[in-house]
């Protein structure tokens, strides 16, 4: 457990989350993995505010190719539905179109999670074809759909950057063909909930369609959780107890039983397993301090998740996950 963590426990007047479920098989894992994560690492071209890994350009994590064999070894024999590849921004890692092409070997379903930005960096400009080559699903961040509020988060230029790419990846068919699937991800700026995820995404899809031609598939939206610096910001400003609270307040407990908890786990740079990505933000590993070492060769068992009072930032309202909303 990290300083974020312990700021948010140290809040009394906010019941522990496991006190608001009332079926002991929504705090559990399915007994079949649907999802692997594999966070290679926190380094990142961006720095952006809201991050919950705290990624920036001076991070040093980095996920090594031993532990990515592990990750692939462990897919073959699980066989999840889905391979999801996230940061830090992933095409730094120098492994990283390696993991993608063996991913695509175990898996029929392989996203990538990135900030476009990266895509116009000399190093990384044969990105987009490859993914095209291989039918990456493209997750990426887009904070919204105009200059002013996006540099705020994520820096001077970071919108018009993001632009070009996304014109890039609609030439080459992203948010067209049908197996090229481009989506995008909205996070608040603030200490705010997200808008209702349908309403959203046809605002998004009617400005960036009218004022740059773009075309993507969906978004999602996601609540910024209170790890990272989005939680440093909202102790910092005298904003924890007041968004906690808001987030207890809208508890919605139809969101249990989706929860990407239930039918994921995160790996860390150094091959760590956590319940989510939150999690691993929070510095809290599953409860059977396994490392995806210790996966291979195993059979998948149902777990007991590991829960804090973060964890109200994924039953708020319509719910949130990396896929968006969960309702």
Known sequence: MNVAMENLEALTDIPAFE??????????????????????????????????????????????????????????????????????????????????????????????????????????????????????????????????EMDRVRGEGTFDKAIQVIKILNDLGYGKDPELVLNMVYNPAGAYFPPVQAAMEREYKEKLGNDFGIVFNSLFTITNNPTGRFGAFLKRSGNLESYMTKLYQSFNGATLPGLMCRFQISVGYDGRLYDCDFNQAAELPILTGETIFDWVGKPFKSRKICLGKHCYGCTAGQGSSCGGATE
């Open 19 to 148: 006190t608001k479920v009332d079926n002991e098989e929504w705090i559990h894992t399915t007994d079949k993995l649907e999802v692997m994560q594999i966070n290679v690492g926190r380094l990142c071209n961006l720095a952006c505010k809201h991050c919950h890994v705290e990624a920036g350009p001076n991070r040093t994590e980095i996920m090594g190719k031993d532990v990515m064999e592990a990750c692939i070894k462990v897919c073959e024999e699980q066989k999840p539905g889905t391979i999801d590849i996230t940061g830090g921004a992933p095409e730094m890692n120098p492994d990283f179109e390696w993991l993608v092409e063996h991913a695509c070997q175990v898996c029929d379903h392989v996203i990538v999670r990135t900030n476009l930005a990266i895509l116009l960096e000399e190093k990384y400009q044969h990105l987009p074809e490859f993914y095209a080559k291989h039918k990456i699903e493209i997750v990426c961040s887009l904070p919204y759909y105009r200059a002013k």
